[in-house]
């Protein structure tokens, strides 16, 4: 599990896993020195406090997995910035999004050429549970 955490979460670090119900619950801490500030780019490694993320990506072995990650603030060292503190990014979920790139992707791929209807049959039989207005608002989204 270390290693297929490693690539698939970089910029992470496993901590455990669990199943709950058919669901793989996965506990990852984020190992980055340091982040760069989404408003004026100056990377800090000045950590402001530590929160939790919730979020979903792709089934593992065919469970739906949900990751918590342990994640920081960081404070802005550019004074002239607007911002004085940052949440840290990662290159496989955006900011305040609740799945992972991969896991949008693959939802928009399938809902392509399906109705929403289907497309969240053909999803849950692959162990993604999203609904159809969830769909519709990634789709939105896309051409948007
Ligand atoms: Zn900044």
Redesign the pocket.
Known sequence: MKELVQRLFSGTEYLSHKLEGDELVLELESVQEESS?P??N?SSDKVHSRYQRKFSDLPIKGYPTTVILHCRKFF?R?QE?K?QT?TESFDFIEPLESKTERLIFEILRISENNSSRKASAILADMGIKTSRATICNLKNKKIS
Do not use: A, E, V
């Open positions: 500030c408003y004026c100056l802005c550019n910035c911002h940052f």
